[in-house]
């Protein structure tokens, strides 16, 4: 066994710290208030190779292992988490599954678009009626000649405003299970932005409900085998899950780094509030869940990696970071005292965009249920 991270691992992790700090947080607070999308960042982010981590060079990517991505996405997170989730989704939502279950022909075609950053990718699975209960969708594919054509509702998709590429989920036939996993080019006739949500936190990040009216696309389009794309929405959530647990990490990581910060700063009863052991220990409750986040995420990511089934291993790290960094900024916010509250300090944003880490990809419940079917048959 081998904690040791490589020459390659330590320098992206410094690459990316360099880019977030330079370049995401001085604007950080400037696209929450304005809920603008950061279109520079994701310009930089593509430079850097960060849209297509793991995507092998032949295809136009960094040809990087998910610790990597990992780790991009956790600095990326610790900048700003909508610029971690912007990436997380191209690399982890849209570009895995055209790797994993995609022809040559599909490869060939969208992954140098989705690695240089040219197009964007969204992942489509929820609907206004089926979230956690995601087999209920109501969103049909049919075949007429030979185009596919889709109808239906998506909720809550990110990166679909300035999205090229949307991998939808769509009931096949009439079967609960039913349902297959297609490459949806963006616009196309019949495809309707419906709303724009107005969001607690990743605000710089676009969250969309998209309408489909009779959306038609090439037969060739499809991803896999018919009837079997949830097996593809489960497998590439168990991927996606690791983005999600390096995204919570990013978060935590900045609480703590603004929490001690200010302890060491701000004086009470004539000494730093980094003297009294309420807040120490505060500290150090934070960076033993940090740390012990960060080996979860690395574990699961090491498995990806070595091509084993790891749904498990995924939920445990996602439901252990999200809440790790739910306890961390709220800590992080006491610390501060009356100034955690108030919006000139970062400490506020990072209170607001953690909560997204224990509801999307499957919510803290949903993990729950995963790792307890694992744990008790
Ligand atoms: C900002 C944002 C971005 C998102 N991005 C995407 C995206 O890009 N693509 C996409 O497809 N989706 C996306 N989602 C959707 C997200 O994954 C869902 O919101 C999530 O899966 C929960 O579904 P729901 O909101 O319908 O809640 P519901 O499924 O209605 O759940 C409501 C509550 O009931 C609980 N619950 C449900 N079933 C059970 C059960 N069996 N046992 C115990 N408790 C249960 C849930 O845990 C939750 O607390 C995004 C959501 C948000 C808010």
Redesign the pocket.
Known sequence: MDFQLTATHEMLRKTVREFAEREIRPKSLHYDETQEYPMEWARKMAELGLLGIFVPEKYGGSGLDTISYAIAIEELSWGDASAGVIAA?NNG?VCEPILRFGTEEQKREYLPKLASGQWMG?????EPG????AVAMRTTARLVDDEWVLTGT??????ALHANLLVVYARTGKDKHDISAFLVPKPAKGLVDLKK?N?MG?RASD?MMLGFEDVRIPKENLIGTQGKGFNIALATLDGGRIGIAAQALGIAQAAYDEAAKYAKEREAFGQPIANFQAIRFKLADMAMEIEAARLLMYRVAWMHDQGVRHTYESSVAKLFASEAAHRAVDQAVQIHGGYGFIKDYLVEKLYRDQR?TE????????QR?VISRHVLG
């Open positions: 989704v939502l969204a992942y489509c699975l929820t089926s979230g956690s209960d998506k909720a809550f998709v990110t990166n949500e969001k990743i969250t997204i509801l999307y990809e499957g919510t803290s419940e949903v249920i």
